[in-house]
């Protein structure tokens, strides 16, 4: 069993930075694959970023690369999303979730648990 609680969002103008955090329990969050998933206002659910269990490697979605960094701290049972030079678009709910061994990684029904979600807001 993995919670997750995501923080760090906010309001922030186009153009600026904001750096989510995901903080897990469990002995055994460094086992998972854990990803960044967001839902804007009237869409689905979507695929940001993932990052595997030793933080050796990443995934992104095309409309965040170059902007956005995963990456995970398996000491502090913590994983991150820095995401700088955020737009308008990029305003959602961003949820953490963790993956035990599903291995398309861009796919939410490959993961096992979720955050309750944090909102990021980008204003023009």
């Known amino acids: 069993q993995v919670q997750l609680v995501e923080s760090g969002g906010g309001l922030v103008q186009a153009g600026g930075s904001l750096r989510l955090s995901c903080a897990a329990s469990?002995?055994?969050?460094?086992?998972?694959?854990m990803g960044w998933f967001r839902r804007a206002p009237g869409k689905e659910r979507e695929f940001v970023a993932a990052?595997?269990?030793?933080?050796?490697?990443?995934y992104y979605a095309d409309s965040v690369k170059g902007r956005f960094t995963i990456s995970r701290d398996n000491a502090k049972n913590t994983v991150y999303l820095q995401m700088n030079n955020l737009k308008p678009e990029d305003t959602a709910v961003y949820y953490c979730?963790?993956?035990?061994?599903?291995?398309?990684?861009?796919?939410?029904?490959?993961?096992?648990?979720w955050g309750q979600g944090t909102q990021v807001t980008v204003s023009s």
């Open positions: 979730a963790a993956n035990w061994g599903g291995s398309r990684w861009y796919d939410l029904r490959q993961y096992d648990y």
């Open positions: 469990g002995r055994t969050f460094s086992m998972y694959t």
């Open positions: 990052i595997n269990w030793s933080g050796g490697s990443t």
